[in-house]
């Protein structure tokens, strides 16, 4: 049966599918017609000339599409010809003109209108060196005619070409009254036909089979043995280009190998019989292979050859576009041009420009398919140096006297003004401004098209800097009078004596006494430190590390220890003086700062470094253990100028105590003593003195 050309295109793939193809036994053409159709082939060729356009005196019938078959025209079994059947669609055009348009009478124009129609069609066949033309009287009867209808189909037996010949096929009507149809195809080889036994051109060809091995392709060509062919293998960059490789005569059959690397799609192979007028058979096998096209991309290179011009090497002709594009010196994407620039195909091999392109260092050419940006260069990169923070305006054409003007940044074309948030849009009125007055750079223009600008940066970024600069500066001012307030706060701080409150645990009103004492103390100024501030250091490190740490800073900066004693505070040390202990629990703290403190008393180091107070009403001073008296002892609030006034004593500055401010410490001071001593308090302040019974709390 014959065999469509869409079918056999499917067939001959990298892996071709052996087809068997329709045998005609007549040596001579033959013309047949679709049903209710009548043909008659002309005997012998004619001259192949189409005449020029006329207009059709009524319904006319044209030939509206070409279709071929492949077929085998066998004089004798094993001597066939590999030939092409055309099928040609035939329909009425044009209409039947008006009594009055036409000069007829009604009876003449209804008997031409009940005869039936002929046409004379034209077959057109060229196939180097064959070029052939045969004429076909189709007839159709009057009952199928119907303008602007198809009336059916004829079908010529056949024209002979050679295997993997190019054939061009035309066909038209004598007189023409429409534009000739025209049909181009390639021809298979013996590779895809059932013809090895039927075509002798065939009996002697190499077969090529193509496999894959690992990281290698294997070429196994079918070829008998003590078979002389040569092999040839080589690029094809375009159509009417080879570039060979490797040429070789082998003797079948044999297997080549190729590294998967080295493939291309326009990697093809030649084989041939090494006899006289042997028919040479072309395998391009790596056309489509996707593996091909990488290896392509991963070869190619973009060369800048001067400035402005740019040249693609590759072995192959590549499927892609080349875009003039703009490159940020934030090494964001370059930004395609495209429009206004019109983007070319890629040529390979060639010097290449874009011409009426002003040159400037970002503008940069690639090459991308549809998948992705492939290749880069930047065109005056070398000659104009680095990149410049230049804006990029495209002005477009939008009608015959009206342009817009955008800015190019990496989110888009901004329009110029607009109430964007980017840059360009921010500095809109100014790019404008710059743009009509001619302070930006012209790169290229198109008078349909629309031009492209590069408008300096540079004053915007000096202004900016400027600004910068001012905030700086204020900044550096705040900072300098900053750091003088901190510089005089900390010489005050350094003239404040430092003190070291050490007391008893008596209870919470008694430590709400205790902390009145060191807030009165740190008002006139006094550096003061007590445990009651600082629980979480005293936790971590132990009671005893804190008390000799902080003891003996207090020492090394010239400071005073203050020891606040109470009747409990008395009856512990008595204790300790005694036994060496305190009771436990509460009072850990206490023997904790004893330990510290006591060697300095019973070794006569304590004299101008410590001092005693107790609060009036408490304790009596008779009470105090006589280790202790050897420094000054005090009664507060009642002896508060005179324990001011022991405590100044080795400060190099005064402590500048007013009277106002020494009234004042003194009421806070007997506020907090008769809050501690009153009813609401008493189980915190009188637990374990002997001060009568505490009173109970409402």
């Known amino acids: 049966m014959p065999v469509s050309w869409f079918l056999l295109s499917l067939a001959l793939g990298r892996n071709p599918v052996v087809v068997s193809l329709e045998r005609l036994m007549e040596p001579q053409d033959t013309a047949r017609c679709s049903l209710g159709l009548s043909c ?46 055309v099928v040609v669609h035939l329909a009425v055009h044009g209409h039947w003109a008006e009594p009055e348009e036409a000069g007829k009478s009604d009876s003449e124009l209804q008997e031409s209108r009940n005869a039936s129609l002929q046409a004379q069609v034209v077959l057109s066949f060229q196939a180097y ?42 066909s038209y009507t004598k007189p023409r009254y429409q534009k000739e149809l025209n049909l181009t195809q390639q021809l298979p080889d013996c590779r895809g036909l059932e013809v090895r036994d039927s075509i002798q051109s065939c009996w002697v060809l190499p077969w090529l089979n193509v496999s894959t091995d690992g990281d290698n392709v294997l070429l196994t060509l079918d070829v008998s043995e003590e078979q002389d062919f040569s092999f040839l293998l080589y690029l094809r960059p375009v159509p009417d280009a080879l570039k060979s490789l490797w040429y070789k005569n082998l003797t079948g059959p044999q297997n080549i190998t190729l590294n998967h690397t080295d493939l291309v799609p326009c990697l093809c192979i030649q084989v041939w019989s090494l006899d006289p007028d042997s028919e040479r058979v072309e395998f391009c096998p790596f056309r489509e292979d996707p593996g091909a096209h990488r290896n392509l991309w991963h070869i190619a290179r973009l060369r800048v050859l001067s400035p402005g011009v740019w040249q693609l090497d590759a072995p192959c002709c590549l499927p892609g576009k080349v875009t003039l594009c703009w490159q940020a010196p934030d090494q964001s994407p370059c ?20 011409q009426l392109v002003t040159g400037h260092p970002n503008l940069c050419v690639q090459v991308s398919t549809w998948e992705k940006v492939q290749l880069q260069a930047c065109l005056w990169a070398d ?34 003004p607009s109430m964007a948030s980017t840059r360009a ?25 629309g031009s492209l600008w590069a408008c300096p940066m540079d004053k915007y970024i000096h202004r900016r800097w400027v600004l ?10 705040a900072l300098f009078f900053f750091l003088l307030l901190k510089k005089d706060r900390r010489k005050a701080a350094r003239g404040a004596r430092t003190a070291l409150l050490l007391h008893s645990a008596d209870g919470a009103g008694y430590e709400r006494l205790v902390g009145a004492l060191a807030s009165a103390l740190s008002q006139m100024p006094l550096r003061v430190a007590v445990d009651l501030w600082s629980r979480r250091e005293l936790s971590a490190h132990g009671a005893l590390a804190w008390f000799h740490h ?100 080795g400060c190099s500055t005064s402590l500048g105590r ?38 109970t709390l409402e």
């Open 40 to 85: 008659h082939l002309w005997d012998g060729d004619m001259l192949c000339l189409p005449g020029s356009l006329q207009s059709a005196p009524g319904p006319v019938l044209v030939p509206t599409h070409l279709q071929t078959e492949l077929v085998l025209r066998c004089p004798q079994k094993t001597d066939c010809a590999l030939c092409v059947r």
């Open 129 to 170: 060196p064959i070029a052939r033309c045969a004429l076909l009287e189709v007839q159709v009867p009057a009952d199928l005619v119907q303008p602007g209808q198809s009336v059916g189909s004829a079908v010529f037996d056949c024209f002979e070409a050679s295997l993997g010949a190019e054939v061009q096929i035309w």
């Open 335 to 354: 930004q395609p041009l495209v429009p206004p620039v019109p983007q070319k195909n890629a040529t390979v091999n060639e010097p290449q420009d874009f």
């Open 383 to 416: 000659s104009l140096g680095p990149f410049k923070d230049d804006m990029l305006l495209v002005e477009m054409k939008t009608g015959l006297n009206n342009t817009s003007v955008c800015a190019l940044e990496p989110s888009g074309c901004t329009p110029l």
């Open 425 to 449: 849009a921010r500095l809109g009125e100014e790019l404008l401004q710059d743009f009509r007055s001619h302070q930006c750079m012209q790169l290229w223009n198109d008078d349909n098209l």
């Open 468 to 477: 910068v600069w001012l905030a700086c500066l204020l900044l550096a001012a």
């Open 550 to 649: 902080q003891r003996r800073r207090i020492l090394q900066e010239d400071g005073v220890v203050i020891i606040l004693f109470s009747p409990a505070a008395v009856a512990q040390c008595q204790q300790w003086l005694q036994l060496q202990t305190v009771e436990p629990g509460r009072h850990d703290a206490l023997a904790a700062w004893l330990s510290c403190v006591l060697p300095d008393f019973l070794q006569g180091r304590a004299t101008g470094r410590y001092v005693g107070v107790y609060f009036d009403g408490l304790l009596h001073p008779d009470s105090v253990p006589s280790p202790f008296r050897v420094a000054p002892l005090f009664s507060l609030p009642s002896q508060l100028p005179a324990f001011l006034d022991a405590l100044q004593g």
């Open 658 to 695: 007013p009277a106002d401010r020494v009234e004042r410490v003194a009421q806070a001071l007997q506020s907090a003593l008769d809050s501690c001593t009153s009813s609401s308090d008493a189980p915190g302040c009188c637990e374990e003195w002997d001060l009568g019974p505490c009173p």
